[in-house]
């Protein structure tokens, strides 16, 4: 069983930048994809960005050039580096894991969550 917390939420001005991060507990986090998702008020949980096992990362068009996800294996923990803020950023970030994930961008396929972070960008 993997159990997943964020950190790094918080309330920032247009432009700036939050780190989030994502720690693992339980299981073979280095075996897993994991993924970043949002959910903002009133919208669907959407993919902001994914990293697999190997290293590989996808990012959601909105958020291509701002947002960097990387992953410490030794630290179990993986992070979004989010600069440029916009307002529309403003929702619930998750961060997710899977073993079998064969599409990343789909939630369906990521198996443990953790409990969100609240990030909020005032213009």
């Known amino acids: 069983q993997v159990q997943l917390v964020e950190s790094g939420g918080g309330l920032v001005q247009a432009g700036g930048s939050l780190r989030l991060s994502c720690a693992a507990s339980g299981g073979i986090f280095s075996s897993n994809a994991m993924g970043w998702f949002r959910q903002a008020p009133g919208k669907q949980r959407e993919v902001v960005a994914t990293?697999?096992?190997?290293?590989?990362?996808n990012y959601a068009d909105s958020v291509k050039g701002r947002f960097t996800i990387s992953r410490d294996n030794a630290k179990n923990t993986v992070y979004l580096q989010m600069n440029s803020l916009k307002p529309e950023d403003t929702a619930v970030y998750y961060c997710a894991a899977g073993k079998n994930v064969r599409f990343v961008g789909r939630g369906s396929e990521y198996d443990y969550w953790g409990q969100g972070t609240q990030v909020t960008v005032s213009s």
């Open positions: 990293i697999t096992s190997g290293g590989s990362t």
